[in-house]
DNA sequence: GCAAAAGTGTTGCCGATACACCCATGT
DNA sequence: ACATGGGTGTATCGGCAACACTTTTGC
């Protein structure tokens, strides 16, 4: 354990030195999660402060702004090729007033200059993911001691302006749902039209006609019906589809 | 005129030097102009290049990321309180390869080190405007020897990534034209509905409906009925309309 | 009266909604 | 048979497109 705090250190040491980073900008992900008809978002807890903020990194100087969600999302998930979308940026001044960094700088004890960047101002470049929770691993990164998954509507205190960075976020998943996004790995191969009406029930947060939302989703031509699923209860049973691949 | 061109210097090297600026980042606002049924945007031409640019500012630590184009959107037209929406931000790596500041650098005989952020790839907010071109005067920085509004459709070579987001500033403020926008100084206090017709398919580039453009118009309850237009033509003559303030 | 442009009416289509009915299945 | 829940039919509504008709105006 003591070796895996000195890492940690070791690490954050490094990214705080460094010269391969641009300066004063972040990207922070909303990585939402859906199970079991449930909708989290992925959140780390900083250490020994009882703040929780978005996965988020910096940016390289050699490297695509998108590929630095990717990377940050990778990191968090060890998942790659997920829908990702840039939704907003976040650029007020008093954005990060309260920096926390500067509070975790302390506590580890590094010694890193007044004017260093990551103590001023920064801003960030939301970006918006959706992925299986119950498929994720989750790894926590040297500044955080935790990377859990929280219910949206259940969330603890934010760092920075993260809660309204999660508002957004979630807005963004809600009007750009659709079956490619539905298709990725949120659902088994075959499931039930009532499997997926509940996924897109969780997202919007409202419940939908179930006769409507099947015309409305085949109408799209992106499904496939397969055989019927018979699961031993007393009613009649429905069919499974399929995700069509282009 | 050497003075002037002196100044510029003066002014640019002082922007280079500023330790006040966030590094790396920029914002680009794509400010269109409408006026006699043209849709134009507004371009800076470099000093000695065949080469356009958006009009595009940096940051300063202290200024919130929408005040940096608001104050770009100052500078160029000395009006305020305009329309004005982030749509996106553009930062792959090779957006800036062909990086013209460095040109520009040597072409004033600036002495800039070779590492200075402004010859690295940085990373740009964009923002989109409206305005009436014809009620705008603009006004050329010290980069820049011509400021001027060319039709979106014929567009000059233009520096960096910009033509990409032109494009994309003007898909958003197609998709985001409704009457508040379009009443913000665009139209004489008094118009035809024919006018606002014109307004919409100059921007939306393409022809609507005039029947069913009035209604839809007329459905939306912003606009009030005030008395006929006689313009002398041998025709019926429009009612005009204003728009209600809320 | 006539041409030109504005105002208004009507019809039909499409998508979304809401309600209803039928069908399959295990107890 | 019957309760349960899936599948499908249909009426209605609102928005929009398309077309037609009427009105106003100066020549």
Redo the contacts between chains.
């Keep these: 354990m003591k070796t895996d705090h000195n890492k940690s250190i070791e690490s954050l040491k490094e990214l705080i030195d460094s010269k391969n980073l641009?300066?004063?900008?972040s990207v922070d992900c909303t990585i939402f999660g859906f199970h079991d008809n449930i909708l989290k978002v992925l959140l780390l807890k900083y250490h020994d402060l009882n703040l929780y903020s978005l996965p988020g990194g910096f940016?390289f100087?050699?490297?695509?702004?998108?590929a630095?969600a990717e990377r940050v999302l990778y990191e968090r998930t060890h998942l790659k090729g997920l829908f990702l979308e840039?939704f907003?940026?976040?650029?007020?001044?008093n954005r990060t007033e309260n920096n926390v960094h500067k509070t975790l700088i302390n506590n580890k004890g590094l010694d890193v200059p007044m004017d260093h960047w990551i103590l001023?101002?920064?801003?960030t470049?939301g970006y918006c993911s959706l992925i299986d929770f119950s498929l994720a691993d989750t790894f926590p990164d040297a500044f955080n001691e935790s990377c859990a998954w929280f219910e949206v509507n259940k969330l603890p205190e934010m760092a920075f302006d993260h809660d309204r960075i999660i508002a957004e976020g979630l807005n963004h998943l809600r009007k750009n749902i659709d079956t490619q996004i539905a298709a990725s790995n949120l659902l088994p191969e075959k499931f039930t039209m009532k499997d997926l009406q509940c996924l897109y029930e969780t997202i919007l947060g409202e419940k939908l006609r179930r006769n409507n939302f099947q015309r409305k989703i085949l109408s799209t031509n992106s499904l496939e019906r397969m055989e019927k699923l018979y699961d031993g209860s007393a009613n009649k049973a429905p069919y499974l589809y399929r995700f069509i691949k282009n």
Excluded: M, S
């Design positions: 641009i300066p004063n900008v940016v100087i050699d490297e695509d702004l998108r630095a840039q907003h940026t976040f650029g007020r001044v001023q101002r920064f801003i470049v």
